[in-house]
Each structure stands twice: as structure tokens, then as C-alpha cells.
């Protein structure tokens, strides 16, 4: 498995990150622990976590997944060899969170939450540490496509980005985080977070983890150049649209077990066009011979600002087709086919 520098750290990480949001709801604890043992066997030492998860979210299942991660992590003896990451949710009325309350990138809130996660992950440390959302009004995933789409109103007595970078640097001084990222962010976002670190408020940014796929390439519109420039890592969520990439959702289908089968949360992935260009991309993949859900994933892993790819199974097969994405040969003819049909159909699912 190739390993990549993580921003301006001394983290190598994995070029494909495990993904554990299914872990909780859609996967026991004992799949999630065969998933994990199956991954960093095949050379992937990078795992993605959050407090929000399993999804969808709720208040009997949340903090789930960090448990599992953090139960496996004691029973393998070997947090020295996992570069963990996980998240603190932004402004939210979610109030399960907090003890009854909504929760916003403030002192009380972010020390709530580390102290939790760390708890529930069994470690005195996180490696990455990232802000799961703004504080501000954005489209989920912060790329929309057209002006109209961003939220016409500001919250109230929003957060500083300042206020949240100090509070992030008491947590590195006290040893609970090494770094922190972002995610779900705008290029605006990433760029006030680097200019208050290099005036010397807080520690400086390493990574975004935002949504990119065949379907959303809205990173590439400015993103890429912020990323590439300011050295702030590309960790790719959502390779294969929400398993719509993957084909099993075709012809208006709905496999028992499924997520968008048992949750209804795939609006993002059902925007008009949409269908049609992913059985575009389908039908593009059988052409070089693949299977939808390996072109797509190796069509991530094969873009050069992609630092790491966040896959994510709830079978032991879809894990094995994705971790072999890595040994995929991707050549300019690919490359080449995906950008024409981008360039018909542009990004239908951002």
C-alpha cells in the first residue's frame, strides 16, 4: 500500500483511509473489527471516525462507532500503528451531544468533546482531529454549483474561526490532538483557517475531508489549487456517490440492506439528471472492463491532490473490491473518457 505525507506533518498515511460510519447501525461491532483486521492487513494503517457516527445519526447509536474503533484498537495492541482520525461536529441543534443542548466550535463544547471521543476510542490521543462541519450556514459538502444555492442568511453570533483555532491549539499543547483538519468546507473556510494560522493564532490546518467523486468533481473548480498550494491534504469522502457509483442503485432499484434502501437519505445522489449520467459512467466502466464500483474507486485514487480515499463497506466483498482499487492501472485513456462525459454533464451531485 503506498503511504503519502499528510499535509505538512510527519503522518504517512495510507493511500486509501477506512471509512466506519456503518459501524453501529448497518454493521455489528465483530464486522467492524473484521473489516479493520482485513484493511491494515492489506497495508492500510488510517481510520476515519467521528463522534456523530454510526449513521444516520441519533442519540441511542451516537458515539458507536468511535467505541468499536477504539475496543479493537485495545484488543489489537496497536494504537502505535493507527494514524487515527475522527471529528467534533459543528453548529448543530442536535442537543444529545452536549447533555440537552445545541452545540457550536466553542471552548466548553470542543473540550466535550474530545474528552468523549478519546474515552469512547480507548487512547489519550487523537492523531487528526477535524471540525465535521462549518459553523456557518453552508450547503452540506460546500460546493454548490450556482450562487443561488448558497444559504441567503448568516447565523446569528456565529463563532469566530479564530475563537475555534485557539481553542484547537490548547488541545495540541495538551497533547489530546496532533493535528486538525477540516471538513465539508469551502475554499473561503480553508483560506481564513491558514490566514489566522499564519498570523500566528493556532495550529495550521493539514487536511479537508470533502466529498469527491465521478459525480462531484466540484473540488477540482477551486479547491485543488488551495489544497495543492497550501499544502492542505485532499481526504476524499464518498468515492463511490453514497453506492450509487457502484450500480446497485440502476433502473430505480432498491437492494434489501442497502443504505438509501433503509435510511431514504439519498437526495444528494438523486438530483435531476443524476441517473442518467451515473449509468453513463457505468456502462463507461464495463467498457474498460471493471465493475462500476472499482472504476470508481480508482478513478479517486488516481487523481494527483488526492492525498487518501475514505472507503466505506458494510460486506466483506464490496471491502476487498475497494482496497483492490489500489492495484487498478489507470491510463490516460480513462482519464481521458471520465473528462468527456464531465464535460457534458459537469457535476450533477455536488
Known amino acids: 500500500m503506498e503511504m503519502r505525507r499528510l499535509g505538512r506533518t510527519d503522518l504517512s498515511v495510507s493511500r486509501i483511509c477506512l471509512g466506519t460510519m456503518t459501524w453501529g447501525q448497518q454493521n455489528s461491532e465483530a464486522e467492524g473489527h473484521e473489516q479493520m483486521d482485513a484493511a491494515f492487513a492489506q497495508g492500510v494503517n488510517f481510520l476515519d471516525t467521528a463522534e456523530l457516527y454510526s449513521i444516520p445519526p441519533k442519540a441511542d447509536t451516537q458515539g458507536s462507532t468511535e467505541r468499536i474503533v ?14 487515527l482520525a475522527t471529528k467534533v461536529i459543528g453548529r448543530t441543534q442536535m442537543e444529545w451531544f452536549r447533555g440537552g443542548r445545541p452545540s457550536k466550535l466553542v471552548r466548553a463544547d470542543i473540550f466535550d468533546a ?18 465535521h462541519f462549518p459553523e456557518r450556514k453552508v450547503q452540506w459538502g460546500a460546493n454548490p454549483t450556482r450562487y443561488g444555492q448558497w444559504p441567503a442568511e448568516r447565523y446569528e453570533q456565529e463563532t469566530p474561526i479564530e475563537e475555534t483555532l485557539a481553542v484547537l491549539d490548547e488541545l495540541v499543547k495538551a497533547g489530546k490532538i ?59 469522502y464518498s468515492p463511490l456517490g453514497q453506492g450509487y457509483l457502484s450500480g446497485k442503485y440502476d433502473n430505480g432499484a432498491r437492494p434489501a440492506g442497502a443504505r438509501t434502501t433503509l435510511f431514504n437519505r439519498g437526495q444528494r445522489m438523486e438530483t435531476p439528471n443524476a441517473a442518467e449520467v451515473i449509468a453513463e459512467y457505468s456502462a463507461l466502466a464495463r467498457s474498460f472492463g471493471m465493475e462500476p464500483a472499482l472504476f470508481a474507486n480508482a478513478f479517486v485514487l488516481n487523481q494527483n491532490f488526492v492525498a487518501s480515499s475514505i472507503i466505506g463497506a458494510t460486506t466483506m466483498p464490496q471491502l476487498a473490491m475497494a482496497l483492490s482499487a489500489a492495484q487498478v492501472q489507470w491510463t490516460d485513456e480513462m482519464q481521458r473518457a471520465v473528462d468527456a ?8 451531485c455536488p
Open 114 to 131: 474530545i474528552d468523549k471521543s478519546l474515552a469512547r476510542l480507548r487512547t489519550d490521543y487523537v492523531d487528526l482531529y477535524q471540525l
Open 178 to 236: 496532533r493535528h486538525f483538519g477540516v471538513s465539508n468546507e469551502s475554499s473561503w473556510g480553508v483560506m481564513r483557517f491558514v490566514a489566522e494560522a499564519d498570523k500566528g493564532v493556532g495550529p495550521r490546518v493539514v487536511s479537508i475531508q470533502n466529498a469527491y467523486n465521478l459525480v462531484n468533481r466540484t473540488f477540482e473548480v477551486n479547491l485543488a489549487e488551495v489544497s495543492e498550494r497550501e499544502d492542505v491534504a485532499l481526504l476524499a
Open 70 to 83: 477504539g475496543n479493537w484498537m485495545k484488543a489489537r495492541g496497536n494504537r502505535d500503528r493507527v494514524v
Open 341 to 348: 462525459i464531465h464535460q457534458r454533464t459537469g457535476n450533477p
